[in-house]
């Protein structure tokens, strides 16, 4: 009898499915599972903090719990087929502890192969036809490039499309990259107004939620077409109703679309483009002026400026925060589909440096050439900073940049710190909204053998980047002092600002 | 100022998004909803039993709860439009009780309208390729027609798909009616050699759950390849990965396979067509030599003849129960899509008068000439018998039909159970399986007006189904008293018994 | 190897527990379960309906799934104590269906043997002291009786603190009984204006939730001293803040109230006692005329009294509906504690058949010698109307009254109805609360071999119950036809009207 | 009109029942909250992590939403009355955020006074004198004090308890201080020969779970009698029967107790006491060769053995981890009640740090003498180490101990380390328990200005501590470095390791 462990089950019924990692926090009886993946040729990696798990449950696509050993692999086939077929979400699988060491006979377990990729549909021809003719008649049209076209992998239809037709483009926050930030066709920079100008738009994989602030006005012109690309058919028409709704995977449908459009193309000296490169320039100026303001501490702008000037364009940059995320999205430009992880739709805060762990274990495993450029807020890294002890216990080579405010939205200076301190108890007397001045968070990352840098001028900031780019056999932290009191520019519309849930 | 309150917003909402029924259980506060209901043009059927209502939140597709009247009307709409779009559900709104009679000036909600048809998607191409490549190389090809092929509308192209291609199809039993049971190509009658022996199957929205034995050995072919046509991507390749997996409304696909596959024809002279039709032959000889038996009372397969030969071929079926739901799927031919209504994947028992109350009030409003037969095991009659009271309320002409066998898969003869009452507490000796003998179910109908028929003999039962046929304005119950040993012929394989859930 | 089944288990683990009776629905795989319940010498009722699995268990004081068989009696162990210990309840125990039929060795099973009866606990000595200063001084004191005093077979206890002290005292609907109804001390008919004009409330095991309209004004003074005796120390000081928290068993913390109140009596003679009386006899009056109207149909009045006195006074009382509930409360006379179930401080619908068959099983395999009388609105009878068959199964004389008024709150009479008919579809036209006029519930009875009534007079009426309390062979359903129009008296304020929860 | 906002109304409310505290994380909407919290004169920490929100409510004891601005001040007060009456819990309130901003006028609300103290109850005197029955003919009696008691504020009564009766007594984990631990009549020395063969045992307000091993064989005595004394009714005789269930508050139940038990004692020369002192002598011995090993790096003996002797007797002792916890509970004696917190029943990490913080708050802010000594395994650590930034912020002078073994469970030293490096890729290599070797820990608190001190040696130990202890103005903390390989001493039994839940 050819005995097995559930602990090997899993192990071996994960591997069966290319798994390639596991990302835990050992524990009884979780040791012998992770020690079972190693066996199994799954690289492990040992995290230090997790949250409640029975939560995950809740937020998971697919949850079960297997009744016995023998229907461990059929589970595990299920959970990572659910994963990424349809909308990508979460699996989550919950195995009684006393299974992990309990044993049965390999003959009677139904072992099953590794699930196929994911299948792929087109839209109905009539509705493209449909999407042609509101295209073809448009004044200000705009194509919005949101999450579900970098997971649909069609970063090259979307280029044709742009190109081809040669209509302004947004990305989402989560759309960025899938084309670059610097393209001719990018209007980001005049993002409020494309919004709400705009007659026809055209939204791939992109969802009226309240990052789009669902679509309605004074955001959007009441009078907007929607023409929406998504392979979620609840999806469609919500919030707003579509003028055509192209249900169906985001490459074939603007596979179908560059088919049916053909050499209709949009003109560049049209009334639309002249507003928009308009906007876009005066936008410019306001952000460069903000970005080179030589006054100490700095600001946000000055600080995202350099920072973008040295970034390699193949980094993957990681996000979390609130204005350092905001502001991060606009100013650092993102030229590759897939190569930015953030906050995401609901905001969660304590995700960026896990997203960075396991960017810099691809990078590392798979010997990429591509840097992980972890950018935080302040009170962000309050969440999950201990982790940095993973990336140096794995020699990850990430870089993590502070934005250091001293607070939460604002903070104050050491010296008002001080006179506050003076005034008595602290409970009663600091705002809510700040933390300690100065906190010197690149200890936390020398204390575990990384390299950490006090950031306070833009040459300590360019060349603390320089040399931490430079380092490719440890992690990095940038601990940037700003200005506490620096906060956004004026914004004609608080457009990503996070929703009160 | 134009004041609404939100049982009036609420059935406006309903009311704009074209629902014309509502079906409920009146009550503080329900009752303001039914009536506004009413005056907005809803038709409101008054019922007599409900379930729990935190239980419909958990099985529900969508389930949302207002936090303020404005948000009635567009939660209205996810709620239907989550229903219909993608694989179709129950959708649940919660509004709290104290909103109902709250009041709002009109002018501070945002209406919105009717949403759209559900949108189509189509087949990849390649997948397409490769699915009528296996096709044309099949030995023994089958299809296998399930409730999605329904919901989809695709009884056209299903039908074109058989026809054109010549290969024998099965339907699962809530696919039963896309095409008519007694169509040439129909192998039902030789249900578990086609399944046992088939080389590719194609699935059109049927699901390889326990109905169809998760698609396993030893009812399937270990190398069977599946054709998969579904709309939903977590559907595809689960239980036995997919050969070819067509992500797409069936209708659309279906139109994909026939242009591909053009002339190709399955020879109707091979010898899958041979095997078949001699299985079917051989089977049809046991059913026949079952229902012609004379003996008293009656079996299953000779009640259910008789009922077979009499019902229009345009009837509604209802049905649920044990060995009557089973027996039934096979004996009573459904010929029209849509017609056809049972307990489903679940096995849930108590939906039967429900479903034959909605169809009766679709019959009577709507003024069809189609009759709606819901025939109930005398045990599932047992869940909401009270129901006929409102059938008779509103003179739906439901015929009821409850196939009688004093038990629960199998009862006792009353002159035994006489016996046994003189043994002592029936408490302690009626085995659980037991109702009472002859209960006279016909008469729950006759208290509040219906027409009410006692059958024991295939005289009765003919004349009463031909008199229940005839009479248009109050419904019907025939209470037909078969043998109470009486039980399924015996099955190859039990193919369609409910699971150990 | 001594083999055991986990259906053995589960009946043996209930019969070790002294459980005597088992309640349920058979199908697969209960009915091993119900057979082995027999076989251990539990009598087993087979009933109609049930309600969904999963709000079970949402509702359900203790919950659990057996990890193993070897669990089994542990847990039923606990789910029996934790339903009886404390604030009584449900408990809810999922077992997987494959365990009811796998086996272990009857060796390696820890057997749990009857848990203890529940433990007692008194309060603290000096809120004794408090609670009898505070009634000392009281000039209008008022007890009032709460099901948990019932719960804790308190009514020795309680009489004894009645009528040492001469306090007038109130009943909650699940709290009648527990003194008779008829008790000189009993101001039940000067309800209102005793709750609104108490200085001093004693409350033994009540809740001042809806039903009490939570303790506050207008309906108690605000200035009110609750004195709050509750086994729940979560539920002391809910609502109103208790001037006196006696928290322990009512039975021993009455028992202390006695020790230190002595000889001390609240005058016969007071001011208090004079303005109840004389509320009283006013109120009696207004029900006797209301009582005593010759016009047909009757109205509740009529009917209630009429029934109530032919009752017997060791009857077991079961009552739902709305007005029917409510009117039933004032109307029917309890006498014995614990003889009186109803729809509970939730209002749910369609408990009454099944309390109703509880006690009648109870009755006849105890040989009791009290009658079971189950009064039921006619919409309250539709949702479990079915379980009279399972009566008629085990020849339980319980006696069904439905007060029918042809509605829900009130009905048409069936006149009116057929001139509503002639005007068209009836989805539209009739009104939310009706039900149809003059259905004969009675026929549902006899369908299944008990004894049917119609009754439209007072002489039909009484005559009809006389019958069925001297038949003890088998159940009776008395229709009660009553004025469709009949409402209740006009209330000082909505007392018991069920919340919009 | 006088207008009140939501986060006004939560604040006041909050005050009105008492409450000092509130530890937060601001985000939009809770700055509102936490500013109306300040102004309302209670002190707020702001903290830098938080687990998920949903998972608190299934939790929490008490759970409520509610729907109206008019019921927070009621919500509130019912949340903090379940939180402290019956069994201690944590409530959860969910507030829709847009509630925080909205306003009513204050006429319209109901406030609500702070709610009383709980309500204290008594035991029945007839189960008291089976007690005492019990008690004085026992052979080998044994106490065991759990944490209820430590809740119950029951310290002065079960020291008489101890004192009167000469019984010896093991506190449990959360128990411990209730008495001090080396109080004569203490055998934690010898606690599992105290559990194995007491043939008595009295508990106070301790559970029967996984910590004491459910009180089943082979660690306790399959004859041993149980007095239970708890508050919680369903909580008696949960895994064992009791012999005596005693239902009341622990301190008024021992009054009970003592009372009846008088002038009775234990022979302090009997075997029970010969056989107790003679195995605490031995296990002494065995502590102490271990605590005196001078080999480095220490093991956890000697570490916990030094911090022992410098920490003062009314320290609060927080701790977490799994060696560390363990062993600590051991070594690191307890002299008062309530000056412990640790992991708890389900072994939580993470909770360390918070726990420190508030009783550093509270030590800070009511100017109380005692010291907070925060005790870490490694690993522990990882969970919420980012918290030391809080510590600093408010200059709590908490003490962090870092027990380092550079693991978890155990770990490996920096030599073995560097080899594993040079084999390759540690994610495959490094076993799942090992952290980074010689992590400096200590860095982690020095980057936010508290004290750091590595340490290896008994010198830097003792010197490192003692600097501490002597510094009132800021954090410190000490890391540890012990022996990745040291382990725990031999255990007769598994005691106290964390259940495979």
């Keep these: ?112 192969s590794c699930c196929p990729a994911p299948p792929v549909s087109q839209a109905d021809s009539r509705e493209i036809t449909q999407a042609v003719r ?11 490039i949101g999450k579900g076209a970098a997971y649909a992998r069609a970063e090259k239809e979307v280029r044709e499309l742009v190109e081809v037709t040669g209509i302004p483009f ?44 669902f679509g309605f006005p004074p955001r959007f012109s009441p009078h907007v077409k929607i023409i929406q690309v998504d392979l979620c058919a609840e999806e469609l028409s919500n919030n707003v109703r579509a003028a055509s709704a192209l249900l169906g995977d985001i490459g074939a449908v603007v596979r179908q679309l560059l088919e049916t459009v053909r050499s209709w193309r949009f003109p560049s000296d049209s009334q639309w483009w002249l507003t928009l490169k308009e906007k876009m320039t005066a936008n410019a100026q306001i952000s460069k002026s903000l970005a080179l303001r030589s006054t100490l501490p700095m600001n946000y702008y000055t600080a995202f400026h350099h920072i973008s000037e040295l970034l390699p364009k193949d980094c993957i940059i990681v996000s979390e925060g609130a204005n350092t995320m905001d502001i991060g999205r606009t100013m650092l430009l993102n030229y590759l589909p897939r190569h930015r992880l953030d906050a995401g739709t ?8 896990g997203f960075a762990i396991a960017a810099g274990v691809l990078e590392q495993t798979q010997k990429s050439a591509q840097r992980v450029v972890c950018i935080e807020g302040d009170s962000a890294f309050g969440f999950s900073g201990m982790e940095v002890e993973t990336m140096c216990r794995y020699k990850l080579p990430v870089i993590i940049i502070v934005i250091n405010n001293n607070g939460i939205y604002s903070g104050v200076d050491p010296k008002t710190w001080k006179e506050m301190e003076k005034m008595g108890d602290m409970t009663t007397i600091a705002p809510p909204v700040t933390l300690l ?51 956004r520019k004026q914004q004609e519309f608080p457009w990503l600002t996070r929703a009160n849930l």
Tied chains: 1, 2, 3, 4.
Excluded at 10 to 35: C, D, H, R, T, W
Excluded at 89 to 111: E, L, P
Excluded at 179 to 193: E, F, I, K, Q, Y
Excluded at 346 to 353: A, D, H, I, K, S
């Design 437 to 487: 001045p100065e906190a010197r968070y690149e200890q936390v990352m020398s204390a575990f053998g990384g390299r950490g840098y006090l950031v306070r001028t833009v040459e300590e900031l360019r060349s603390a980047l320089q040399e931490s780019l430079n380092n490719t056999q440890m992690p990095s932290l940038l601990n940037v002092l700003i200005d506490p009191a620096s906060d």
């Design 346 to 353: 609901f905001g969660t805060m304590g995700v960026g440096p």
């Design 1 to 112: 009898m050819d005995e097995v462990t559930g602990a090997q089950l899993i192990a071996e019924a994960l591997k069966s499915q290319n798994v390639e990692y596991m990302f835990g926090i050992v524990g009884v009886p979780i040791i012998e599972v992770a020690m079972a993946a190693q066996a199994a040729g799954i690289k492990y990696v040992g995290m230090r903090n997790e949250q409640a798990v029975e939560a995950c449950r809740l937020y998971s696509k697919f949850s079960a719990r297997p009744s016995s050993l023998e229907m461990i692999p059929a589970v595990v086939e299920k959970a990572v087929r659910s994963s990424i077929y349809g909308r990508p979400g979460a699996s989550y699988i919950d195995i009684a502890g006393d299974m992990v060491n309990a044993k049965i006979d390999r003959a009677n377990v139904r072992f099953v």
């Design 134 to 144: 509101l295209l073809r008649a448009a004044q200000r049209p705009l194509i919005i």
């Design 170 to 213: 947004l990305p989402t926050p989560m759309g960025k990259g899938v084309l670059p930030d610097d393209h001719p066709n990018c209007v980001a920079a005049a993002r409020s107004r494309a919004l709400l100008q705009a007659d026809v738009i055209v939204l791939l994989g992109a969802r009226l939620n309240w990052i789009l602030h």
